[in-house]
């Protein structure tokens, strides 16, 4: 199935460091979706984003809605070891019913 | 956020048996949900989209008499792996639309995930 392009593959970052990850797609999307998967275990939505251009926040992380909508950034700031796992975009046509398209992942792992 | 439970979250089985995964919506309705399956160290691939009181509607490649769906209500949906064999061996995850309306929210929530191994 499609997926979307996401970068880094993976990341090792000191604990405290700001963190930076962005999703980029060749079709537009009116919904994108952040989530984190820890090992064994489903992916956890952290945030929603609905809108081109929106800026969301959830505790520390930041996400953004493109301008393009082809394309959102996640950010968490002063990472700490439990920010450890896989973080996922994923992109969706409309706000329901339709089928959600995942990005490639990004591993992070921070370092104490 | 809303919770979905999956059952079991793992189950080792004989080759040529079949298996059955339950995803629940615990605390809303879900007219639709999604079966995915995930590869080690790789994303979601979706599998199948489940639809209440209809037939699910399955990704290309996915056989539909291999992986049955069954949406019986707006809170269960189940996924059989008939027949399973080594290669079937994967973690199947489900995900549910919090729907409010006709619209739904947008918003999906996943289970915990069935990790599936068969001998």
């Known amino acids: 199935g499609q997926q979307l392009n996401q970068s880094p593959q993976s990341m090792f970052i000191q604990e405290g460091e700001d963190v930076s990850m962005n999703c980029t797609s060749s079709s537009i999307f009116n919904t994108w979706l952040w989530y984190k998967q820890e090992p064994g275990e489903g992916p956890v939505l952290l945030i929603a984003?609905?809108?081109?251009?929106e800026l969301t926040s959830n505790g520390r992380l930041t996400a953004q809605f493109g301008i393009t909508r082809k394309d959102s950034f996640l950010n968490i700031s002063a990472s700490i070891p439990s920010d450890v796992g896989i973080y996922f975009c994923?992109?969706?046509?409309?706000?329901?019913?339709?089928?959600?398209?995942f990005g490639t992942g990004t591993k992070l792992q921070v370092i104490p | 956020g809303a919770v979905v439970s999956q059952h079991p979250s793992r189950v080792i089985c004989k080759s040529g048996t079949s298996v059955k995964i339950e995803c629940r919506s615990l605390d809303f309705q879900a007219t639709t949900m999604f079966w995915y399956r995930q590869f080690p160290k790789q994303s979601l691939m979706l599998m199948a989209t489940s639809n209440e009181g209809s037939k699910a509607t399955y990704e290309q490649g996915v056989e539909k008499d291999k992986f049955l769906i069954n949406h019986a209500s707006l809170t269960l949906s189940t996924l059989t792996v008939t027949s399973a064999h080594p290669e079937d061996s994967s973690f199947y995850i489900c995900s549910a639309d919090r729907t409010s309306g006709r619209g739904g929210t947008g918003e999906l929530f996943f289970g915990e995930g069935s990790r599936l191994t068969v001998l």
């Open positions: 994923a992109g969706r046509l409309s706000g329901g019913y339709q089928k959600v398209t």
């Open positions: 984003l609905y809108k081109a251009g």
